[in-house]
Nanobody
Framework: QVQLVESGGGLVQPGGSLRLSCAASGAIFSLHTMGWYRQAPGKQRELVATITSTGETSYADSVKGRLTISRDNAKDTVYLQMNSLKLEDTAVYYC??????????WGQGTQVTVSS
């Protein structure tokens, strides 16, 4: 059974930083593409960033240059470093593991609130 557990969310002022973590278990972590998604109130869940098993990264245009995804295969953990946070970054952030092309696993989500 694949499990993903996010941590690191919280309340931060505009311009501040947070680092999200997602610890995975139940899968050979290093083989899978990992991603971060977010869902703001009243909006659909959207892709934030992904990182492949070989370390290639991709980002939504809205976060390029501010958010950085990384992974530590020795710790079965993926990270999202969030800098220069904006009000519009407020959302529940979800960790994703792409097990196969048609099967994805999700964490429970962690709330990020950017507010002055």
């Amino acid at each position: 059974q694949v499990q993903l557990v996010e941590s690191g969310g919280g309340l931060v002022q505009p311009g501040g930083s947070l680092r999200l973590s997602c610890a995975a278990s139940g899968a050979i972590f290093s083989l899978h593409t990992m991603g971060w998604y977010r869902q703001a109130p009243g909006k659909q869940r959207e892709l934030v960033a992904t990182i492949t098993s070989t370390g290639e990264t991709s980002y939504a245009d809205s976060v390029k240059g501010r958010l950085t995804i990384s992974r530590d295969n020795a710790k079965d953990t993926v990270y999202l470093q969030m800098n220069s946070l904006k009000l519009e970054d407020t959302a529940v952030y979800y960790c994703n593991l792409q097990f196969t092309l048609f099967l994805n696993y999700w964490g429970q989500g962690t709330q990020v609130t950017v507010s002055s």
